[in-house]
């Protein structure tokens, strides 16, 4: 089994900056791929970031700029660098890992969410 686990949201103002952690974590033999989504209130979750083998680094248009998803150096952790936080940010933002566990198997796993604030 894979844990993912978020942490490093909070309250911040407009404007401000935070960076959010993620590690997935159990028999992992390889992460194709890392990613960040977030959901606001009444929204559909979407993509945030991303960065995997086969597709590099990818940002949403919303976030372009002014966030930077990087990787860990044991290949099963990611940050999320958010700067330059609107209130448009505020959302609950989800870690997710797409692994093998052992040749010829692959599946997503999903993190509890951390919630991220900004007030304007």
């Known amino acids: 089994q894979v844990q993912v686990m978020e942490s490093g949201g909070g309250l911040v103002q407009d404007g401000g900056s935070l960076r959010l952690s993620c590690e997935a974590s159990?028999?992992?033999?390889?992460?194709?791929?890392l990613s960040w989504y977030r959901q606001a209130p009444g929204q559909y979750r979407e993509l945030v970031a991303d960065?995997?083998?086969?597709?590099?680094?990818r940002y949403s248009d919303s976030v372009k700029g002014r966030f930077t998803i990087s990787r860990g150096d044991t290949g099963n952790t990611v940050y999320l660098q958010m700067n330059s936080l609107k209130p448009e940010d505020t959302a609950v933002y989800y870690c997710?890992?797409?692994?093998?566990?052992?040749?010829?198997?692959?599946?997503?796993?999903w993190g509890q969410g951390t919630q991220v604030t900004v007030s304007s």
């Open positions: 960065t995997g083998i086969a597709t590099g680094t």
């Open positions: 997710s890992a797409d692994v093998s566990e052992s040749p010829g198997t692959r599946n997503v796993y």
């Open positions: 159990g028999s992992i033999l390889r992460t194709h791929r």
